[in-house]
């Protein structure tokens, strides 16, 4: 697999933001490009690309509350499904959230996204028996 994990760069934002549409994971409430700007903000180390020949195949957005790690909007492109990108993706954040002593990772899986909670099952991720609440603060 010829690709290359790098960090982001506001030049890819066109690019990542159009595969996180393609793969369904933005939602209307949410502003993706809002999104990618506050986490090259504040998390610019975790926020990765997966490149191949100048394409960007494969996203990973990573965040660190202090304790624990996050992982959002893991994405390969739909024609390289199945080639590693999105597990090659999730170890080096993986990696990169251990160097900064997160004992822990997690994500969220949507209830209804069952072919996904089995991907991230095969990855050893498991369901962590809590209830996730939410409130939004932007109106």
Not at 42 to 54: M, Q, S, Y
Not at 111 to 132: I, P, Q
Request: proline content about 4%.
């Amino acid at each position: 697999m010829p690709i290359q994990i790098r960090e982001y760069t506001p030049a890819d934002e066109a690019a990542v933001v159009a595969l996180w549409r393609a793969r369904d994971l933005t939602r209307p409430w949410n502003d993706p490009h809002a999104d990618v700007a506050r986490a090259y903000r504040e998390f610019p180390t975790l926020l990765l690309v997966a490149e191949d020949r100048g394409e960007i195949v494969g996203t990973v957005m990573g965040g660190d509350d202090g304790h624990r790690g996050w992982i959002y909007y893991l994405a390969s492109a739909a024609a390289r499904a199945g080639e590693g990108i999105g597990r090659a993706l999730v170890a080096e954040v993986e990696r990169r959230l251990r160097a900064r002593g997160c004992p822990k990772v997690q994500l969220m899986v949507r209830t209804e996204n069952h072919r996904v909670a089995a991907y991230y099952a095969e990855l050893g991720y498991a369901d962590a028996s809590v209830t996730v609440l939410g409130k939004r603060l932007d109106g």
